[in-house]
């Protein structure tokens, strides 16, 4: 599992350009990579490490806090932190030692979208969608489609983001696209597997959902659907 990193801007008039806490979450996942639970610490020059429960959830329900949340990486975070007077920023395996709660997701059956046939030559399809709150402006979409296109056999028509790559024999095909009346994003991955065997899905996941998470949307949860 992976750390994320956040930066919350400042909400004071004529601060409002200006980091004010830092956040780190890492998402738990169940055997078939759907997502079981969130974990999160936050920190701020004034109050140290501490539980973030509460921030991860308003980073995900409430606008306003939403608009003022900038995804970073691990250098971006700790790039703030010493700005901020904290010096470097802790390793991994000491920031996880601040998760003292954890935000669980009830287990669910997959539901099942699409055909359940599989193509010839695979052993099992499955379709997950990951969820993401936020907005994107067109030219972090645009962006995204550039990044896409070129080994995804997606043409320039094509109504939204999406690539394709095979990892080993495995195919692995994506799309990024509005959902539930343009009030959140989702990722929706159809993965055909070679074998029993369902290693690539995580890496993938993982990977597709940390570039769409630098755009500027956040993460919500991974569901899986065949």
């Known amino acids: 599992m992976t750390v994320d990193y956040y930066v919350i801007l400042s909400s004071a008039p004529g601060r409002r350009t200006a980091a004010e806490t830092i956040v780190v979450e890492e998402f738990a996942h169940a055997v078939d990579w759907t997502t079981s639970g969130l974990r999160s610490a936050g920190w701020a020059p004034d109050a140290g490490w501490r539980s973030a429960t509460s921030v991860s959830r308003g980073m995900r329900a409430d606008p306003r806090l939403r608009a003022r949340v900038v995804p970073v990486t691990r250098d971006g975070a700790d ?3 010493g700005q901020l007077g904290g010096g470097p920023l802790p390793a991994e395996p000491a920031l996880r030692s601040h998760f003292r709660d954890q935000q669980s997701f009830p287990a669910s059956t997959p539901l099942r979208l699409g055909p359940a046939e599989v193509p010839e030559g695979f052993h099992e399809r499955r379709v997950y969608r990951v969820l993401f709150a936020g907005d994107l402006p067109v ?3 645009t962006d995204l489609a550039a990044r896409w296109r070129p080994t995804a056999g997606h043409g320039a028509s094509d109504p939204a983001p999406g690539g394709r790559r095979r990892v080993g024999r495995d195919e692995h095909s994506w799309t990024l ?17 070679a074998t029993t065997t369902d290693h690539t899905i995580g890496p993938v996941l993982h990977e597709l959902t940390s570039v769409v998470r630098l755009r500027g949307l956040v993460p919500v949860t991974t569901e899986r659907f065949a």
């Open 79 to 81: 790039e703030v932190h």
């Open 177 to 193: 696209r509005r959902v539930g009346r343009d009030i959140a994003w989702a990722l929706d991955l159809t993965s055909l597997l």
């Open 139 to 141: 030219d972090r979409l």
